[in-house]
């Protein structure tokens, strides 16, 4: 077995500041997502890697940045936090890209103040 | 896109009982099929999965049904009891591309 760890846990920031949220993954798997989850809702995907030293917008990519630094991590810089947002962003991987079975991180907590 | 309608957004059953969840989507060449539960304050754990060459799959009190002339996905728990309460969510491939697509989940409430 494997596991995905999202670091940090919880993140409060303030207005306009740049906020990376880190994750990790042990599977050895290709494939890995950033989906954000708001309260209630389903998941839009943020961004998406296929294989290392790729990167694919997903539908919600405005106002985010990612980065696939080794097979094993994938990262997410919110570019500008907006006052008041609140949502929790999950990270998964999967074997490839063709196999649509993902395995998920506990979730990153965010809260702008 | 693809779109993905899941049904009912909420769901209250009793033990014992069945509970089912409903999803529809819309690109016919959807190639993959999976099922999530999430429990409070966790990320989201794969139930189930099925390729489109598969009409009905089941597994530990789960089954899942796919129609693809209808372009209907089910999540049937039969004898459902108080720890299935969760969120749960279909999410589907196409062979298109690689995004995988998400229900806007089910939140299931079994009770004693």
């Known amino acids: 077995g494997g596991i995905i760890t999202q670091t940090p846990k919880f993140l409060i920031g303030q207005e306009g500041q740049k906020l990376t949220l880190k994750c990790q993954q042990n599977?050895?798997?290709?494939?890995m997502y950033w989906y954000r989850q708001d309260s209630g809702k389903g998941l839009r995907l943020i961004y998406y890697s296929i294989t290392e030293n790729d990167l694919q917008k997903g539908d919600l990519s405005e106002g985010y940045d990612a980065s696939r630094e080794k097979k094993s991590s994938f990262s997410l810089t919110v570019t500008s936090a907006q006052k008041n947002e609140m949502a929790v962003f999950l990270c998964a991987s999967s074997r490839t890209a063709n196999t649509g079975q993902l395995y998920f991180g506990e979730g990153s907590k965010l809260t702008v103040l | 896109g693809e779109q993905v309608e899941q049904r009912p957004p909420h769901l209250s059953v009793r033990e014992g009982d069945s509970a089912i969840i409903i999803c529809t989507y819309t690109?016919?060449?959807?190639?993959?099929f999976s099922w999530y539960k999430q429990e409070a304050g966790a990320g989201l754990q794969l139930l189930m999965s099925v390729l489109s060459n598969v009409d009905r799959k089941e597994e530990q009190g789960l089954t899942v049904l796919l129609n693809k002339k209808d372009k209907r996905l089910s999540l049937n728990l039969t004898a459902a009891h108080p720890g299935d309460s969760a969120v749960y969510f279909c999410a589907v491939r196409g062979t298109g591309g690689y995004k995988v697509v998400f229900g806007s989940g089910t939140r299931l409430l079994v009770s004693p």
């Open positions: 599977f050895n798997h290709d494939t």
């Open positions: 690109d016919s060449a959807t190639a993959y």
